[in-house]
């Protein structure tokens, strides 16, 4: 489902736990990591795909979470075409996300990567609030900062501490930031379906 300008309906969850500390997943079989996140059914709400896309992906229910916030607004990002199924290309052009700002009221073993047939991880971590960007592709680290940005005002600060602060790095230099995952790569566009055209000639960034 894509909207008039081929943008593709998506959402992005950032789970917190008692410490401030957020869920960061290891896309199954590879070493790229990142947030939950997965696209928006048509008929659905984005609260309701959030829902969805967090049971399927790290297994926890309606229950297992608060809903602490979202972004505001659409946030957008383009996807470059190697990384573009043939057939989608002159009519898909990236993906348009709602951030949520969830906290786990559950317990760590209510998290199950194999709640479906389909896992999209195959290991995860708490990762400190501001995560290594280096370890998200480029094209998506100015949407990852943003959402982080606007969802931090509401971090509870008991535990909370704002890196860019602390180290004075300005937002968008982000992509300075030194990886707290070692010999991460690159993460994959949502739901891992975007490969390079092998008759592009083009490798993977």
């Given at each position: 489902?894509?909207?008039?300008?081929?943008?593709?309906?998506?959402?992005?969850?950032?789970?917190?736990?008692?410490?401030?500390?957020?869920?960061?997943?290891?896309?199954?079989?590879?070493?790229?990591?990142?947030?939950?996140?997965?696209?928006?059914?048509?008929?659905?709400?984005?609260?309701?795909?959030?829902i969805r896309?967090?049971?399927?992906?790290?297994?926890?229910?309606?229950e297992h979470?608060?809903?602490?916030?979202?972004?505001?607004?659409?946030?957008?990002?383009?996807?470059?075409?190697?990384?573009?199924?043939?057939?989608?290309?002159?009519?898909?052009?990236?993906?348009?996300?709602?951030?949520?700002?969830?906290?786990?009221?559950?317990?760590?073993?209510?998290?199950?990567?194999?709640?479906?047939?389909?896992?999209?991880?195959?290991?995860?971590?708490?990762?400190?609030?501001?995560?290594?960007?280096?370890?998200?592709?480029?094209?998506?680290?100015?949407?990852?900062?943003?959402?982080?940005t606007e969802?931090?005002?509401?971090?509870?600060?008991?535990?909370?501490?704002?890196?860019?602060?602390?180290?004075?790095?300005?937002?968008?230099?982000?992509?300075?930031?030194?990886?707290?995952?070692?010999?991460?790569?690159?993460?994959?566009?949502?739901?891992?379906?975007?490969?390079?055209?092998?008759?592009?000639?083009?490798?993977?960034?």
């Amino acid at each position: 489902m894509l909207d008039r300008d081929g943008f593709r309906p998506n959402v992005g969850i950032v789970l917190l736990n008692q410490k401030n500390q957020v869920f960061w997943g290891k896309r199954i079989r590879t070493h790229s990591w990142q947030f939950p996140q997965g696209g928006i059914d048509r008929g659905e709400t984005p609260e309701q795909a959030m829902i969805r896309e967090l049971h399927e992906e790290v297994g926890l229910q309606r229950e297992h979470i608060r809903i602490v916030a979202r972004t505001r607004d659409w946030l957008r990002y383009e996807v470059p075409d190697r990384f573009i199924r043939r057939d989608s290309r002159g009519f898909y052009k990236g993906q348009k996300q709602i951030w949520f700002l969830l906290q786990l009221v559950g317990h760590d073993w209510d998290l199950n990567l194999r709640a479906t047939n389909h896992p999209e991880f195959d290991a995860w971590r708490w990762n400190d609030y501001w995560v290594p960007l280096e370890a998200v592709v480029e094209f998506k680290r100015e949407v990852y900062v943003t959402a982080l940005t606007e969802l931090s005002r509401y971090v509870p600060r008991n535990e909370f501490r704002n890196r860019f602060l602390r180290q004075g790095i300005r937002p968008m230099d982000a992509d300075q930031m030194q990886s707290d995952i070692p010999n991460a790569c690159f993460e994959l566009p949502p739901g891992a379906s975007f490969q390079p055209d092998p008759q592009s000639g083009n490798d993977h960034a």
